[in-house]
């Protein structure tokens, strides 16, 4: 298939690498000329602004924005409403608000253009492992965009197939149309504050460890805490790829010296609180964990460094200075 792909971050450039590989046209456009010029040699097109990218895709036209949430994909998607006609798709993959997706929706389907929420899993990994996507709109668009989610998607691969498990079997491939516009943001949303939770409780345990040399004597241990992390990733319930990067950071970085434990939230885990509060469901893990980063920008810890090592191993993501 063809696709324009409009944000060529940490994210972006990698979704275009893996469709382009799996044989889909992408055509994409950065404010960075730098950040497009490193994928037109790959055999990737570029396209100077958007009204050149627009023109350079064949109708029903499909463009999928990977930018930050906030102004600057509000003012992209409206210049680019002025410029799509009816039957083209916009697909904004970034970490939206799930109720701005709702509005955009409506106001788009009123010029015949649909809008799909793309909720996207994978971090700066998603070039090789996949993507996990988590899909809202209307069923017509997303159906008609299938290949282009399977081809980012990391497929069943080596992970055992749930018993007794029916349901949609997209779902096992790792992208699933959860819904209408709203819902796949909404679920990417949910998930992150989910990941907030398992971040601190990683966070929280290996600091403990590391604090038993402070217990009394003769109670007191020194423990190797990346041999411990090493030791959780073979056989443990605690098992996960979070702590597979937990013990990549450990092993590079025992003291984690290179961080200083200043903790950001993307917005993502407010929104999954503010969404708690608003449908009386208790989320008393999720709230602490968020709490949890904004204390770390006050005091720092062992915990909070092994936070911004998480952030970074599986997002890029940079800690911002006090």
Not at 237 to 264: C, H, I, R
Not at 284 to 295: C, K, N
Not at 304 to 318: E, T, W
Request: hydrophobic share 40%; aromatic share 8%; glycine share 14%.
């Amino acid at each position: 298939m063809q696709l324009g792909i409009i944000g060529l971050g940490r994210m972006g450039g990698n979704i275009a690498r893996r469709l382009a590989r799996g044989g889909h046209q992408c055509i994409v456009f950065d404010r960075d000329p730098a950040a497009a010029r490193g994928l037109t040699d790959k055999g990737i097109s570029g396209a100077e602004a958007l009204p050149a990218i627009v023109r350079q895709l064949s109708k029903p036209r499909a463009i999928w924005l990977m930018l930050p949430a906030g102004e600057v994909t509000e003012k992209t998607i409206d210049e680019l409403a002025g410029l799509l006609e009816a039957g083209d798709v916009i697909i904004d993959g970034g970490n939206a608000f799930y109720k701005d997706d709702i509005r955009r929706a409506k106001a788009l389907k009123a010029k015949g253009v649909h809008y799909i929420d793309c909720g996207t899993s994978g971090g700066v990994w998603g070039l090789e492992r996949g993507y996990c996507l988590m899909i809202g709109g209307d069923k017509e668009a997303v159906d008609r965009l299938e290949p282009i989610f399977k081809t980012l998607a990391p497929g069943e691969g080596d992970i055992a197939k749930t018993p007794a498990r029916g349901g949609d079997p997209r779902a096992a491939q790792g992208y699933l149309h959860c819904g209408p516009a709203g819902a796949g943001h909404f679920v990417k949303m949910i998930h992150n504050g989910i990941e907030y939770g398992l971040m601190q409780a990683y966070a929280e345990g290996f600091n403990i460890l590391r604090g038993a040399e402070n217990l009394p004597d003769g109670e007191r241990f020194q423990f190797d805490v990346a041999d411990i992390a090493e030791l959780w990733r073979r056989g443990s319930v605690v098992g996960s790829w979070l702590l597979d990067l937990t013990a990549m950071a450990l092993a590079e970085d025992p003291k984690l010296d290179q961080y200083a434990g200043n903790v950001a939230d993307s917005g993502e885990g407010r929104w999954t609180v503010n969404a708690a509060v608003e449908a009386a469901v208790p989320a008393h893990v999720l709230t602490a964990a968020l709490y949890a980063r904004f204390r770390s920008r006050e005091q720092d810890s062992f915990a909070d460094k092994l936070l911004s090592a998480m952030r970074k191993k599986f997002g890029g993501h940079v800690e911002t200075k006090r």
